[in-house]
């Protein structure tokens, strides 16, 4: 059996998306006045957002490693092509530049919502 990874809330619409079992978290049902739907303020929605956008963002980090490694270039800076030091990517397995780039460019994996990480 494989796993839908897929998120659950519907970017385009802003709506949400039934979960596997039929239910819907987070659905928007009568008065839309309130502060809180089903239990959950506008904050907490935000900060849920904002995590799954981080988790997002790191998954694709992994993804852009796992096709680096699969094409033979994972360990190498993209910006100069020397290779990156086995310390470096033991830190930080997703790193995309070595540390003299890093220090250049000002980050090792592009900015988003997982933000800079320099190893």
């Known amino acids: 059996m494989q796993t839908d990874w897929s998120p659950r809330h519907d970017d385009a619409t802003g709506g949400s998306v ?3 079992d039929g239910s819907v978290h987070g659905a928007v049902t009568g008065d839309t006045t309130d502060d809180a739907v089903d239990g959950v ?8 957002r904002s995590a799954v956008d981080a988790v997002d963002g790191l998954l694709d980090e992994v993804e852009r490693a796992l096709t680096r490694l699969d094409d033979g270039t994972y360990g190498r800076c993209e910006t100069c ?3 990156i ?3 470096r990517l033991a830190e930080l ?5 070595c ?4 220090e250049v ?3 090792s994996v592009a900015p988003g919502p997982v933000g800079s990480f320099s190893a």
């Open 81 to 83: 092509g020397s290779p």
């Open 85 to 87: 030091d086995d310390e």
């Open 93 to 97: 397995p997703i790193v995309r530049t």
């Open 41 to 48: 303020t506008p904050d907490e929605e935000d900060l849920h």
């Open 105 to 107: 460019g000002g980050g």
């Open 18 to 20: 039934p979960n596997p």
């Open 99 to 102: 540390g003299s780039c890093d």
